[in-house]
T-cell receptor, first 116, second 112 residues
Framework: DAGVTQSPTHLIKTRGQQVTLRCSPI?????VSWYQQVLGQGPQFIFQ???????GRGNFPDRFSARQFPNYSSELNVNALLLGDSALYLC???????????????FGDGTRLSIL | GENVEQHPSTLSVQEGDSAVIKCTYS??????FPWYKQELGKGPQLIID?????GEKKDQRIAVTLNKTAKHFSLHITETQPEDSAVYFC???????????FGDGTTLTVKP
């Protein structure tokens, strides 16, 4: 079975632009979470979506938004890009929102976003 | 919110030796503790996890221990191999939440 797939793998943007990142979860997984990983640090939680509804939000500005589609795929949008938005953006999927009942999160390989 | 501290930030061992990575967490409500391995250019890969009702879990050369009272948990890798070289992350979360709080990682180098 295919794992979590993310596109594009790399992206270069300039300050002030907008970007959309895409994620397809593992087949059967209904929950998608987004994380930002800055070089040298652990992933930081941005959003979680389940059944097309936002179920959690991390400490990120309103420039960050996301949505989940009926097929459980998801998009992360970032407006008015800043240099500090340069990072690896990771998507993780799980069967349900919680980590209980042996439902760990499975990560994709991420989108490397560089802001010039 | 939850805060996870991870030590050491870098660890170098000889092939065949053991490696231990330690993490502490701040929120006593956290009850799920996964460990991830991240190789260059890849996303984090779950290698083992432990829930708060268990003190220790083992999977071949990898084991994790949890001390709820002290709020710390550790990853133990025995008989290390060069392919174990990677960045390892600990994380803490609530079982009914879809977010994990990660440590800042440990870069493990296993020298042949």
């Amino acid at each position: 079975d295919a794992g979590v797939t993310q596109s594009p793998t790399h992206l270069i943007k300039t300050r002030g632009q907008q970007v959309t990142l895409r994620c397809s979860p593992i087949s059967g997984h209904k929950s998608v979470s987004w994380y930002q990983q800055v070089l040298g640090q652990g992933p930081q939680f941005i959003f979680q979506y389940y059944e097309k509804e936002e179920r959690g939000r991390g400490n990120f500005p309103d420039r960050f938004s996301a949505r989940q589609f009926p097929n459980y795929s998801s998009e992360l949008n970032v407006n008015a890009l800043l240099l500090g938005d340069s990072a690896l953006y990771l998507c993780a999927s799980s069967l349900y929102p919680g980590q209980g009942l042996n439902q760990p999160q499975h990560f994709g390989d991420g989108t490397r976003l560089s802001i010039l | 919110g939850e805060n996870v501290e991870q030590h050491p930030s870098t660890l170098s061992v000889q092939e065949g030796d053991s490696a231990v990575i330690k993490c502490t967490y701040s929120d006593s409500a956290s009850n799920y503790f996964p460990w991830y391995k991240q190789e260059l250019g890849k996303g984090p890969q779950l290698i083992i996890d432990i829930r708060s009702n268990v003190g220790e879990k083992k999977d071949q050369r990898i084991a994790v221990t949890l001390n709820k009272t002290a709020k710390h948990f550790s990853l133990h890798i025995t008989e290390t191999q060069p392919e174990d070289s990677a960045v390892y992350f600990c994380a803490a979360s609530l079982s009914n939440a879809g977010k994990s709080t990660f440590g800042d990682g440990t870069t493990l180098t296993v020298k042949p």
